[in-house]
């Protein structure tokens, strides 16, 4: 009898879930990258994910992020910040991460930028975008975009390749439908004014599905993968 431990359960389950969802926007399960979110969890199960076929991994706090990325050098692995970065650890994140997916501010895109500039590469970058204007959030204001998409153009160490949001919580994934929606307009409207605005970072464990429905190009899976944080 084969013994499947929880961890590839839940990855059978969610690739299942990923692969529905994306049939129903009319695309395929290749048009949604999988980013598993490995805050407090340990290399030792990142690496479990890695060998299942996970490639990309999200962190929100630089410390943490470095010691497993140290850890776990591991060919094709990558590593993506999608916490708020403080502009002291700027540095260090430009180092470290394959894409910012949490530039929350122009001051943070300007640093990034020096950042960027002194290692000699180009960073991916993608704008978090608060789009409910909740106060908890970090996170352009929607109508906020297109003058910011404007000022990146000077800032040719970046590359901007989209956009991403945390959905407010709520218990029915129906609910933030329209906010995922409104998202996709935003990043519709840059994509007509300039190049490389394709990415949608939106969908967490409870949403993800609904997101991918409504046009996510990424989603964020945490819990649904390595169970509950402690
Ligand atoms: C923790 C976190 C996630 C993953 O959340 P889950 O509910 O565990 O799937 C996604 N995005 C961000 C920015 C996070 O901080």
């Keep these: 009898m084969a013994i499947v431990d929880a961890l590839a359960g839940h990855a059978m389950e969610i690739r299942a879930r990923v692969a529905a969802s994306a049939g129903r926007s009319g695309r395929t399960e290749a048009a949604v990258q999988l980013v598993a979110v490995t805050k407090t969890i340990p290399a030792a199960t990142v690496e479990r994910a890695f060998e299942l076929g996970f490639t990309t991994f999200g962190e929100n706090r630089v410390q943490e992020a470095r010691a497993k990325i140290q850890d776990l050098q591991l060919p094709g692995?990558?590593?993506?910040?999608?916490?708020?970065?403080?502009?002291?650890?700027?540095?260090?994140?430009?180092?470290?991460?394959?894409?910012?997916?949490?530039?929350?501010?122009?001051r943070l895109a300007e640093l990034l930028h020096h950042e960027a500039s002194q290692l000699g590469l180009v960073l991916p970058i993608l704008l978090e975008v608060n789009v409910a204007g909740e106060s908890s959030k970090s996170g352009f204001a929607p109508g906020d975009l297109p003058a910011a998409a404007a000022a990146l153009r000077h800032l040719p160490a970046l590359q901007p390749e989209g956009l991403m949001t945390i959905a407010p919580l709520s218990a029915d994934p129906e609910e933030i439908r329209p906010v995922f929606r409104e998202l996709r307009r935003w990043r519709n409207r840059l994509r007509q004014e300039s190049e490389g605005w394709n990415e949608l970072s939106m969908g967490m464990s409870d949403d993800f599905e609904v997101a991918i429905e409504e046009g996510a190009t990424i989603v964020r899976i945490g819990r649904a993968l390595f169970g509950a944080r402690a």
């Design 77 to 106: 692995i990558r590593w993506e910040l999608i916490g708020h970065l403080q502009t002291n650890k700027a540095a260090r994140a430009a180092e470290l991460f394959s894409r910012i997916q949490s530039v929350d501010s122009l």
